[in-house]
């Protein structure tokens, strides 16, 4: 809930709720693994919970595969690689990415509402982002799935046979629909394990995937914790690992894979720049800089969480961001006003606020909104930290919750210096009026992709990837498609 707000002498307004309903949403109370076409009990017979983060109640039981499970899948996955995908005429391929395109186009109701359940991610960006990004990247590579010679002119192009994919919490749906649309339209067969704390729109995903018809084994889905990935990584069956999460368990498959034959794309964290020149139009940037941290509450890779403010502006900008910090509605997710939803687990919690208290010990001066958390579920609210030394752990760690540092500068040269002053090279975004300055500073600054005068722009057929500890290879557009194929 945002502070009261008061106009006209003690008026008081503030928004009536506007809950979306989740009567038209059906969640089974138990879910099994989704292997060879069919839902079977986990080899394991675990299964795990997953949860509302806004409230804490137990959404669904969830299966734990283990590494017999996993073998199972890959095993799966290979069968329907070899005797029907490889073999399919490539604008059959298509048909059915499009039909699965489809489907989660007809049912973007109930996957926004299951995101926000169990993600914790407010209604608004789970409907007008989350879901519709994703059904358009089947429909994007869809496009490709026949026409593979024309993306790639004068190489000859192959699938690299079974992929297996993991993905993380915070954009369960549009990660799952990153790593399986490419990896099908280039040919190849998935297993893909979803993040323990978000499994819920992956297995719906199963469901429609079913429900198109896609043949036996070419997607299953196996959901389980981080040793349901490392059995994925460590199977000597796969040929591609494609990770999207944190730069630790980047490092770990890494060396994993290290000699073997399986082809790699690490998409890691970020501790992303966000530069304000003088010249900038400042309201806008100052909703950019909301947008480049507050959105999906700052459990963003390429979330812009270092703010850096050329000093003329700084006392101006930093009075408006105050300002409209203090509208931004916390709360809950399925409110169609809430700005900031849920923190996605506890685990996150703790971490988010393991670094307020490392800003407060260090002596950085905070500002937080005065806004009354809900009691039940996990909520941090807008948090800025002003005058952060650039040796700051809040500076140079990735805190991935709706936490801002702010630095400010004089000159260009000084901005580049601290903005790449990083492990990380995942984005960028620069806000001024002059096109120069833009290009001066894109070309210099050592991020995979930059935003000028905006920020958390994603679309289909734009590469998305970084640079140094941010990973490798890039998703989305031709160069998501390439990752998945062998060329020569
Ligand atoms: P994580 O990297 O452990 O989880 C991501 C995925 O990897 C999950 O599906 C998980 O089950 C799986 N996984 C975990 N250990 C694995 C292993 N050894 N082998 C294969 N797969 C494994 O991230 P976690 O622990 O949920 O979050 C911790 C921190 O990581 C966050 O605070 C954030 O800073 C960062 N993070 C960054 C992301 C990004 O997109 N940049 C996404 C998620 C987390
Ligand atoms: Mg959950």
């Known amino acids: 809930m945002a502070a009261k707000k008061t106009i006209n002498q003690?008026?008081?307004?503030?928004?009536?709720?506007a809950l979306e309903s989740t009567s038209h949403v059906k969640l089974k109370s138990k879910y099994d693994l989704y292997i060879d076409g069919k839902w079977v009990k986990p080899q394991s017979k675990k299964y795990f919970k997953t949860i509302n983060p806004a409230n804490e109640e137990v959404l669904a039981e969830v299966a734990h595969a283990n590494e017999k499970d996993v073998d199972l899948a890959v095993k799966a996955a290979r069968k329907a690689y070899r005797n029907v995908w490889s073999k399919m005429a490539p604008s059959e391929r298509a048909k059915y990415i499009y039909r699965i395109a489809r489907l989660m186009q007809e049912r973007a109701r109930e996957f926004a509402v299951i995101e926000s359940l169990d993600a914790g991610k407010v209604i608004r960006e789970s409907r007008d982002v989350d879901v519709p990004l994703a059904c358009n990247h089947f429909f994007y590579y869809a496009g490709w799935a026949d026409k593979l010679q024309y993306a790639f002119p004068n190489r000859k192009v192959e699938a690299l046979g079974v992929a297996g994919q993991i993905i993380p919490w915070n954009f369960p749906l549009l990660m799952a629909a990153w790593k399986i649309a490419?990896?099908?339209?280039?040919?190849?067969?998935?297993?893909l394990k979803p993040a323990e704390t978000t499994p819920l729109t992956a297995l719906k995903l199963a469901e429609i995937i079913h429900d198109a018809g896609l043949p036996s084994g070419v997607v299953n889905i196996v959901t389980g914790y981080g040793d349901t990935g490392a059995s994925i990584v460590n199977h000597p069956n796969v040929d591609k690992?494609?990770?999207t999460g944190s730069t630790g368990v980047g490092k770990i498959i890494q060396r994993a894979i290290a000699g073997t034959h399986k082809k790699s794309t690490l998409e890691l964290g970020g501790k992303s720049a966000n530069i304000i020149m003088d010249d900038a139009p400042i309201d806008q940037?100052?909703?950019g800089i909301v947008n480049g941290i507050f959105f999906n509450q700052g459990h963003v890779c390429c979330a812009g969480s270092r703010l850096f403010v050329q000093e003329g502006v700084a006392e101006k900008v930093i009075e408006k961001l105050k300002h409209r910090m203090d509208s931004l509605i916390v709360g809950d997710p399925l409110d169609k006003?809430?700005?900031i939803g849920a923190i996605n687990s506890k685990d996150q919690l703790d971490i988010i606020n393991g670094y307020v208290k490392i800003g407060n010990a260090e002596g950085a001066e905070m500002y937080q909104p005065k806004c009354k958390l809900p009691k039940s579920g996990f909520y941090?609210?807008?948090?800025?930290?002003?005058d952060v030394a650039q040796s700051s752990r809040l500076v140079q760690e990735e805190i991935f919750g709706p936490v801002l540092t702010i630095q400010t500068f004089r000159t260009v040269d000084e901005v580049l210096q601290k903005a790449n002053n990083t492990p990380f090279g995942l984005a960028a975004g620069i806000w001024t009026d002059k096109g120069s300055r833009i290009f001066n500073l894109t070309t210099k600054l050592r991020a995979g992709v930059i935003w000028a005068n905006t920020y958390n722009k994603f679309d289909p057929t734009s590469p998305f990837g970084g640079y140094k500890e941010s990973g490798f290879g890039r998703e989305g557009g031709l160069q998501g498609l390439g990752a998945y194929l062998k060329m020569n």
């Open 10 to 17: 003690g008026v008081e307004w503030n928004y009536s709720p």
């Open 182 to 191: 490419p990896a099908l339209a280039a040919g190849n067969t998935v297993v």
């Open 241 to 243: 690992i494609a990770f």
């Open 285 to 287: 940037a100052v909703e």
């Open 337 to 339: 006003n809430t700005d």
């Open 380 to 386: 941090c609210p807008p948090t800025l930290f002003m």
